[in-house]
């Protein structure tokens, strides 16, 4: 008679990870905000994004978004098209007073979008509030990076609140 051995099979780890970078987006999303609403609207943007690129990996489905004047969404891509997620992570955000994201000329929205394998289509979305600009930035690989604009300059600074999923 063969005793089983002890310890976790791999499914069972992978399923504690899943689990873990869950609720550490969880947190992420509600935890009080630092600063002013614009790092704050960035912040939750980034947070979010991140979210959606997990989400597209553990369910082996594209996910979308678009970014507007008045805010943002995310939507899946299921059997019958495009449908909005209403999961709480992903409900509809609007922005701050104040807080409006630079739309490129002649558009209306940005649109970004992470494929079922955690990879991006490169964007970039500046949010501004006043004279201040904060930038997140999605890379090819699925990596967002909130990069805040020094004081009195008129570029934004890289590597500043760098966010990065775990791949």
Known sequence: MRSRGRGFTLVELMVVLAIVGLLGAAVVLTAPARGSALAAD????AARLLRAQQEAILGTRAIRGRADARGYAFSVQRFDGWQPLADAPFRPATWSDGVAPELPRGQEAIEFRFDPIGTAEPVRIVLRQDQRRTQVTVDATGGV???????????????????????
């Open 145 to 167: 990076e909130v990069a805040l604009e020094p004081a009195g300059s008129d570029r934004i600074a890289g590597e500043t609140g760098m966010l990065r999923s775990a791949q």
């Open 42 to 45: 960035a912040d939750a943007l």
